[in-house]
């Protein structure tokens, strides 16, 4: 199943789902935290004793799929045409893991706002997991019991900022950089090893891949961050981008992101992610 958030009346945060009528918004007294976890039957149980509402999905102002999480960790590097492209340097054992906080996350159709710093404005297409319930030292053959479902995620990254320092935190953890949505999809109707995955910029395709050449599945990224860090329920986990970004383009061709553009993120089964510049 599919669930959402969006902007209700009085601009709270309300919690809908793409049923088989459409789009349908649940009671103000359902919230993301009680639903995440759940699995599809579950949830249509649920949805079968709620009293919901038909929304017109062309009127829905959509959230981010969670407002509230603990900690969004981020994987850096884990798609071996992304490492070719950008020549970044890699070392032994796994990728690079960095943080993005709450103050970034921006639902679809929502604006990222760029930096009067930045300069150097940069898409990646990210495929997302949300922790269905806490986890603390899980083997990876038990590691997707764990997730609660996937979303599509933009790493924004601000390359002049990310390589300021040997830490990337600055570029990477800005306000309005961590676009993610439209959609949850529950964990038992996706396979998160074979997803593509795309995005266009103005329109025009830039990245296109498929999960499936992930350097580390989501069960290994959950297996390790979850040996260092008790994961809670409603983190989010970026899991990394393909190849495509402007970073990896020759210096003379590289055209920054800038106010007025619109970037996509299209993943397989989960949906499309848009959000604009400004």
Known sequence: MKLFQYHGMSNDIRVGAVTENGHVALPSTVKMEDLLGLDDAALKDLLAKEVTVPLKQENIKFAPVVTHPEKILCIGLN???????TKLETRPGFPPVFCKFANGLVGHGGTVHIPEKAKQVDYEAELVIVIGKECKNVNKENAL???AGYTAGNDVSARDMQFASTQWTMGKA???FAPV??????????NPGNLAISSRVNGELAQNSNTCKMIYSCAEIISYLSALI????GDLIFTGTPSGVILGKEESARVWLKAGDAVTVEIEGIGVLESRFA
């Open 181 to 190: 949505g439209p959609y949850i999809v529950t964990a038992d109707c996706l």
């Open 230 to 233: 008790t994961l809670k329920k």
């Open 79 to 85: 798609y071996d045409e992304h490492i070719n492209e």
């Open 145 to 147: 019991d764990y997730a």
């Open 174 to 176: 800005c306000d309005d």
